[in-house]
């Protein structure tokens, strides 16, 4: 029997994959080969899958290939949400294709552990050690012996990123956890986790750091983050409250910032299969047991704090109340946020730039206003289909806002003919500048649109692509 149409979608419907026809000599195409036929030909998908694995440039694409979603196949999850696609009638068509679909995984995982080629090997270790113990889960002695495997080539292996090895690790600890015989493994593989992920975290500058550094840092942080928030729900089912605050306490702090929120593609499997897709849950986890617990009022401002500055929609309402019930007698609560937000922000770089109204843009004269700067260009998609919203906003500051927020909007790796006519065909009246060679790099722009928020004493921030920019910006400048 053939897979079915219906499985057949929402298989593209989860992957986010559309299958195509033709394959050029690309890591691109290498990639969505794999992604294509891992579930239905194992062989084609070995096939690409060492095209990639042949050229150390391709590590990106391999990682992306081989630990995007094959491993969401062997989980009961996954399962259940296709199968509230299928019409009832279908079910027991679903099963027999789904576990055709499953057995082309594991064949395929097969295959590439056993190949020959040891970047290969290395590639998919943790997901074949996976894939064995979920095909295992009736038998302990082999869960035993498959787990503590695990827990020496976690041990062993010097960079756990490129194989994804904490995330099959955290899949591994939740599968053997319940087993009362494989209690001391799980605590031991719990353990060598977090201490990895814990002296494997990234040092970097994330102001001049790539879009690839900024991704291992952003997964690095939530898998941290998760595996401290395994241990701390672990001790809350023992009983032991108290012994949990400090593994919730570090889950929140690593929780994702500002920066990985921008890189939320590099853990979006982890989020959605460890938190249900809430980035904000662990520190949420955290500020509600120390609620319950009554803990330290400082403790839980500085927790609602980091809420409020990586998501302002809603938590900087919710840090306003607690700071007014509970820290009226400080200073006022916006010059509270303002101190914090400051301290938690870089200085702007220096720029100085010419409108092509002919106003003068600078750092130097940013005292006491705000300011949000829009990178786009013409030839940018995206940039085009929020200009009606940009426009409306600076309307919006030229009226009822005048005075506390300046715009200015810098069209990048374009010429002033296509920006005029741009302007003209739309009646766009915000300010546009011309980027030159360097303010770009400077802010280190590594995508288009890009919103920064300057304060007024010159700190920024890069504001997150997709959200809701607008209730953003509002809510940190107090508009």
Avoid at 43 to 54: G, I, N, P, V
Avoid at 315 to 328: G, V
Wanted: hydrophobic share 35%.
């Amino acid at each position: 029997m053939k897979l079915s149409c219906k499985l057949l979608t929402l298989l593209m419907f989860l992957t986010g994959f559309n299958l195509i026809a033709q394959y050029q000599n690309t890591p691109a195409s290498y990639r969505d080969g794999f992604l294509n036929y891992y579930h239905n030909n194992p062989d084609s998908a070995l096939f690409y899958a060492k095209k990639l694995a042949e050229n150390p440039e391709y590590a990106g694409y391999l990682k992306e290939a081989l630990h995007m979603d094959v491993f969401t196949y062997f989980l009961e999850s996954t399962k259940q949400k296709m199968k509230e696609k299928v019409d009832k009638s279908n079910y027991t068509v679903f099963e027999e294709d789904y576990s055709k679909v499953v057995k082309n995984c594991y064949e395929t995982i097969r295959l590439l552990h056993h190949d020959n080629n040891s970047t290969l090997v290395k590639s998919v270790e943790p997901l074949y050690l996976f894939a064995e113990i979920k095909q295992s889960s009736a038998d302990l002695t082999k869960l035993s012996s498959l787990t503590s495997t695990f827990i020496e080539l976690v041990r062993s292996q010097k960079d756990g990123y490129q194989n994804r090895s904490a995330t099959y690790g955290l899949l591994i600890y939740s599968a053997v956890e319940p087993e009362k015989k494989l209690e001391k493994q799980s605590e031991a593989l719990l353990s060598v986790l977090i201490g990895k992920l814990s002296d494997e975290q990234p040092i970097i500058n994330i102001n001049n750091s790539t879009n690839l550094l900024l991704e291992r840092r952003a997964w690095y942080r939530y898998m941290y983050a998760a595996a401290n928030h395994f241990k701390a729900s672990k001790l809350i089912r023992s009983g032991d409250l108290n012994g949990s605050l400090s593994y919730l306490k570090t889950a929140a702090k690593y929780s994702p910032d500002l920066t990985d929120i921008h890189k939320y593609n590099a853990y979006f499997n982890e989020a959605f299969y460890f938190a249900n897709s809430q980035t904000n849950r662990f520190q949420i986890d955290y500020l509600n047991r120390l609620n319950t617990q009554n803990g330290d009022k400082n403790e839980r401002l500085n927790t609602l704090l980091d809420l409020a500055i990586s998501n302002p929609v809603p938590f900087k309402d919710s840090l306003r109340t607690f700071y007014a019930e509970h820290f009226s007698k400080r200073e006022s609560f916006e010059k509270f946020w303002r101190e914090q937000i400051n301290a938690s922000l870089d200085k702007v770089p220096a720029f100085n730039m010419k409108g092509m109204n002919g106003t003068i843009y600078s750092s130097a004269a940013l005292t006491g206003k705000w300011m949000l700067i829009d990178f786009w260009g013409t030839w940018c998609g995206p940039c085009r289909e929020e200009h009606p919203v940009l426009q409306k906003f600076y309307q919006s500051s030229q009226s009822d806002l005048s005075g506390r927020i300046d715009l200015l909007t810098i069209a990048c790796n374009d010429s002033k003919e296509n920006v005029n006519s741009y302007m003209n065909q739309f009646n766009y009246s915000f300010p546009v500048a011309m980027a030159d060679d360097s303010i770009a790099k400077r802010f280190n722009i590594l995508g288009y649109p890009t919103k920064v928020l300057i304060t007024p004493e010159g700190h920024y921030l890069n504001i997150p692509f997709g959200i809701d920019w607008v209730n953003f910006v509002k809510q940190y400048v107090s508009l």
